[in-house]
């Protein structure tokens, strides 16, 4: 509630004493809110090594919240060295727990061969685990994968199905691909009106493609070429 503002007004301060008292008895939670706080530096002075071994002690008790976290610091090299295998071990912990964020992150590290052998069928997995779970992420990976035969045959149909999943959450990437699909009538009737709003969409969150092919297709009405 402190560390919220939610009831009183926000105060790290005091946020950090009672995630403290409760860490100290071993708190899962709290221990992992407590390495939130160091690694944001709210409250108390911004310490990676601090933030991992609460982290750590959150996860060893199979938070996995924590677990996801120590993955992408190992995925992102910060804080630690960057290390694509640690990474895979944890978000595995925490995928297994159902965690869509590690779900996501461990069908990457599929997909891309990192820490692991590429392998575009589990990365498929692993992202529909995720993407059956609403993570927009994961809806845009998904459709992108059928859109390009990675794991699973080239299915366009598929790929609008997922791809306007991720772009009506507001994935510009999503909002980009759906345009094109219906700039050229692959797996959707080709709509070029519908292609540009999404285009539109996807150009008001700085999309560069996006707002190059919607100037294109302006140029086009316009009679231009």
């Known amino acids: 509630m402190y560390s919220n503002g939610l009831g009183v007004p926000q105060d790290y301060s005091q946020a950090f004493d009672w995630y403290s008292k409760a860490a100290a008895q071993d708190d899962q939670h709290a221990q992992g809110n407590f390495g939130c706080m160091y690694i944001d530096g709210e409250g108390v002075t911004q310490s990676f090594s601090t933030a991992m071994e609460w982290f750590n002690k959150s996860a060893e008790q199979g938070n996995a919240d924590a677990q996801a976290i120590i993955g992408y610091l190992y995925y992102d090299g910060e804080g630690v060295a960057k290390d694509y295998s640690k990474a895979r071990e944890w978000f595995a912990k925490a995928a297994e727990q159902g965690n869509a964020f590690s779900q996501h992150n461990l ?81 959707v009737p080709q709509d070029v009106t519908t292609a540009m709003e999404w285009y539109l969409k996807a150009a008001k969150q700085w999309h560069r493609d996006a707002r190059k092919r919607l100037g294109c297709l302006y140029q086009y009405e316009a009679g231009f070429y």
Do not use: I
């Not at 820490?115 to 994961?138: C, I, L, N, S």
């Not at 459709?143 to 080239?154: A, D, I, S, T």
């Open 107 to 187: 069908g990457c590290l599929y997909h891309d061969g990192q820490g692991v052998e590429q392998d575009y069928v589990q990365a498929m997995t692993w992202y529909r685990k995720a993407a059956d779970q609403d993570y927009m992420e994961a809806q845009y990976s998904v459709g992108r994968m059928y859109q390009n035969g990675h794991g699973v045959p080239v299915d366009y149909s598929q790929a609008s199905v997922w791809l306007l999943k991720a772009a009506k959450q507001g994935h510009d990437g999503a909002q980009y691909a759906v345009g094109k699909l219906y700039e050229y009538g692959d797996g």
